[in-house]
């Protein structure tokens, strides 16, 4: 069974930080890249930043220079570290899990909330 749990969401003021992380159980970690992707209400869910077997990484640019993503295949764990937050960053933020092999497939976990408020 398949299962990405994200944790890490709070209410931060402006310009202030969060890590969050995904803890996956039931895939082979180092065969998949992993994302995260965020959803404001009534708005598409769109990547935020995401990273290869690899380590390769690319970033939305909306988040270019304050957020990093990161991924310790021995915890099978990634991570956000989201730094000089903005009001506009509020969203619920998903992990995904992309299997870079056949059959290529792909998990969601359940999110976690992120509100950038003062």
């Known amino acids: 069974q398949v299962q990405l749990v994200e944790s890490g969401g709070a209410l931060v003021q402006p310009g202030g930080s969060l890590r969050l992380s995904c803890a996956a159980s039931?895939?082979?970690?180092?065969?998949?890249?992993m994302g995260w992707y965020r959803q404001a209400p009534g708005k598409q869910r769109d990547l935020v930043a995401a990273?290869?077997?690899?380590?390769?990484?690319n970033y939305a640019d909306s988040v270019k220079g304050r957020f990093t993503i990161s991924r310790d295949n021995a915890k099978n764990t990634v991570y956000l570290q989201m730094n000089s937050l903005k009001p506009e960053d509020t969203a619920v933020y998903y992990c995904?899990?992309?299997?870079?092999?056949?059959?290529?497939?792909?998990?969601w976990g359940q999110g976690t909330q992120v509100t950038v408020s003062s």
């Open positions: 995904k899990a992309f299997q870079e092999v056949v059959p290529f497939s792909s998990y």
């Open positions: 039931g895939i082979i970690f180092n065969i998949n890249a």
């Open positions: 990273i290869t077997s690899g380590g390769s990484t």
